[in-house]
């Protein structure tokens, strides 16, 4: 990942309390989820033109 921002997991910690518990549905990466959420907003892009590496849109859907 050159461009591409990972929260840090400092941050991760502090906040995974508040994410939705995985109900026999494997949970994707919660980090790398975030990430590309803030990195989307930041740079005010759609989706489908976000980097790879926070993985396919399907995941954010």
Not at 47 to 60: H, I, M, N, T, V
């Amino acid at each position: 990942m050159s461009n591409e921002f990972m929260r840090p997991e400092s941050q991760m910690k502090r906040i995974e309390a508040f994410f939705p518990l995985a109900h026999g549905v494997p949970r994707v990466n919660d980090r790398r989820v975030l990430s590309g959420i803030v990195y989307v907003i930041r740079k005010s892009l759609q989706w489908k033109d976000a980097p790879k590496a926070y993985g396919p849109a399907q995941d954010f859907v």
